[in-house]
Structure formats: C-alpha cells, structure tokens
C-alpha cells in the first residue's frame, strides 16, 4: 500500500476532482463518497469547501488550507471491500498518520504531531482507472476545530510511513517489499527492451516499456530535453536512477547502455594481444583470476577479442570512474578507452608509463602491475591515465542527443 500527500492552496479544485463534479473525470459515476468528518450530510463540492472556509475564517488566515491524501492499497487486499472496509481502513490510515512526530539531528521537534481527527474532511473512493484499481482520496481541512494547524513538514514522510505501518498491521506486502521483489524482473526487462532495439530511440524504448505493462513517467527540462524517467508498475514505482548496474538505466545514459549492448569489437582492442586467463601459479598475474567470478558490489564487463568474449566483474564504483573520465557524450573513442582502462586494471595488460605525480613533468611508473598499497579508485584512475597516454582522447565534435 503506498500513500500521498501534500498541503495545497487550490482546495476547491482538488474537492471537485475528488467528488467527481470536476470535467476531467471521464467516469464520475464510479466515484463513491465513503465518509465525512465534521461536515452536513451530502454536501457537494463547493458545500465542503465552504464549510472548510468557515473554520478557516475563524482562525488565522493560511495559504496552503488544505491537504490532498490519496491511499492506495493493492487490489488483491481490497478486492472484497465494502464501504465499512474502506471507512475502516481510512481511520487506521488517519491514526498512523497522526501518531507521528519528526524531529531533527539535535533532538529538537521538527514536525509535531498531527489532528486529522478533530478536522473537517471528505474522503471518496475512485474506480475509474485502468484495470479498476480502486484508490481513496481525501480532502483535509489544514486547521482542526480548535484552530491549530496540521503541520506539513515532512508530510509525504508521514504519509508513505503511516501506510507502510498500516499494511503491516494487517499482513499486507508493503509497497517496499514489493519494489524489492519485482527490482530484478524490472531490470530484465528493461535491458531485453534495449537488447532487442536494432536502433536507438527514446520513444520505442519507452513504447516498448508500455507494452510490458508499465507506465513511464517523463521528466522534462524547460527546452522539452529528458532529464529523467520513472516506471511504474501497480503500486511499486521505480526511479530509473535506482535501476541497473551502475545507474546504466538512467536517462543520461540509456543511450551509452544501447551502445554497449550492441558494441562490436573495435580495432583498438583486437590489437591488444589478452593471454588466455592464467592460473594461480602464476604469481605476477593472479588478480586476472580473482576479477573472472561475481563479488559483492561487482558488476560484469566484457572485453572482446578476435571474436572471442571474455567476461570479468570488476567493482562498481570503477565502472562508474571510467564512465565519469570517459563520458560518452563528449568523448568519440570512449569505448575503446574504457576497454584498455578496464584491461589495465585487472591485469590483462602490462601498464604504460604513467605519470604519478601531481604536476607536470612527474616521476613515472615503470610497474607492470599495481602497487599493493593502491586502492581499488587509485589504481583505476592510474589506469584512465595509461589508456588516454595510449590510446588519446578524441572529443567529439558535436553532442548528440
């Protein structure tokens, strides 16, 4: 189960969509009121709103006056549900919500606890989405009967938290739980979309994603530019930042993860000689074994050569370092560097003179292989700086989007 909520300043707008009076709702005649609090019986709209203003206009005046709460629980725990069940779920929702207090690193309060108990509110239960998900949503007057405000800091916190303990009460799989066990299947499915694209394409991409069932959420600069996405799938949604390996499913790098699916082997690499993976007798080259099998916090690279693949599981945070001194977007040759860099680093390759130094004019490394004090981000970055003396780092001439 997942909720929302936020204090908002067009009350009256948000009570007719919610009652269904509003002309954006295509199916106003599957929309249920399931109660009130502290309101005349069968009020319309603009009858709750108006009594809102009432308690409003006793007490101070306030911006934000209302609050809009929408509480969705899967369809499989409320497929039974008469109006008792929803009326019930509601006031175990609003008791959550209002137990919670926030409070900041020095211990002092940040957001005290909440009345929605002792506020006038209307809550209306909608079927008329896709697949007759059912969902409440409710209308919450900001200021209670006795004039104190319903704090809203933090108040998505307090709604997301408020559903998560109700859900547990009652048994249900909370909307976290879900996220985790669908995160896998969500990442198959959005590298088979790219595996299969003979060409890349934002809209086939995302095309693709919808018929898989999903709904994609687009985030858009001011110039109409893809900032990034969010896929959502019944009550689990995913930001794509959260996706992939090494945030590879990211807006800014969708592109590059095409590329690399669809890589073939380049002239840079096929004249790198790669020695056929040794064995641990073999003193001077045992880290080449130790990258061949998964580790914790790994992610898979695969070098090619003469036809051939190799794959090897070298740690995140390297993949990401390489990405970052080689970013595709402004580099033409980015992958066959990436390649060398990734080579040097697990050994493959004896190293190039590389300058250690901070400054110009250094002293140089003559080591084959890694120092042993070097940690895993300095000797990646000791290897960009041999791939680059090598191999130059071509810009591009133009971005592409």
């Not at 309101?39 to 709750?48: E, K």
């Not at 990211?250 to 064995?279: C, D, F, G, R, Y």
């Not at 002293?363 to 003396?389: N, V």
Request: proline letters at 3%.
């Amino acid at each position: 189960m997942i909720a929302k909520a936020k204090a908002i300043s067009h009350g009256i707008n948000d009570i007719r969509y919610i009652t269904g009076e509003s002309a954006k709702k295509k199916h106003p005649e599957k929309i249920y009121r399931i109660l009130d609090n502290i309101l005349p019986s069968h009020l319309d709209a603009m009858g709750i709103w108006n009594s809102m203003q009432l308690t409003l206009s006793r007490f101070k005046p306030i911006k934000n006056s209302v609050i809009r709460i929408e509480l969705s629980p899967s369809v499989e725990h409320t497929r039974f549900f008469d109006i008792e069940d929803w009326q019930k779920l509601w006031q175990d929702f609003v008791a959550e919500f209002n137990k919670q207090v926030f409070t900041g690193k020095d211990g002092k309060v940040r957001s005290s606890q909440t009345n929605l108990a002792n506020s006038k509110y209307s809550v209306w239960l909608h079927k008329e989405s896709a697949g007759e998900v059912p969902h409440l949503h409710a209308a919450v007057c900001r200021l209670d009967e006795d004039g104190n405000i319903n704090n809203d800091h933090n108040i998505h916190l307090r709604a997301q938290r408020a559903a998560e303990r109700v859900a547990k009460k009652r048994g249900w799989t909370t909307a976290a739980e879900v996220r985790i066990a669908n995160i896998h299947q969500v990442n198959r499915d959005c590298m088979s979309i790219l595996k299969a694209m003979p060409k890349w394409s934002w809209e086939n991409y995302k095309a693709a994603l919808i018929q898989k069932g999903y709904t994609v959420h687009e985030r858009l600069d001011k110039k109409g530019v893809i900032r990034g996405y969010v896929i959502r799938k019944g009550n689990a949604k995913y930001k794509a930042s959260k996706l992939g390996v090494a945030r590879n499913l990211m807006a800014s790098k969708l592109e590059h993860t095409w590329q690399k699916l669809h890589h073939q082997p380049n002239v840079a690499m096929n004249n790198i000689q790669l020695p056929a993976l040794p064995t641990l007798a073999d003193k001077s080259a045992r880290s080449v074994e130790y990258y061949t099998g998964y580790r914790p916090d790994t992610v898979s690279y695969t070098l090619t050569h003469s036809g051939q693949e190799q794959r090897f599981y070298i740690p995140e945070k390297v993949l990401e370092c390489f990405n970052e001194e080689f970013d595709y977007r402004d580099t033409e040759n980015n992958q066959e560097l990436t390649d060398m860099a990734v080579a040097l680093f697990i050994g493959l390759l004896e190293t190039p003179n590389v300058a250690t130094g901070g400054g110009g004019g250094g002293s140089q490394s003559d080591l084959p292989w890694r120092d042993k004090d070097e940690d895993d981000l300095q000797w990646a970055r000791r290897c960009t700086r041999a791939a680059t003396r090598t191999l130059g780092k071509k810009p591009k001439t133009g971005l592409k989007r």
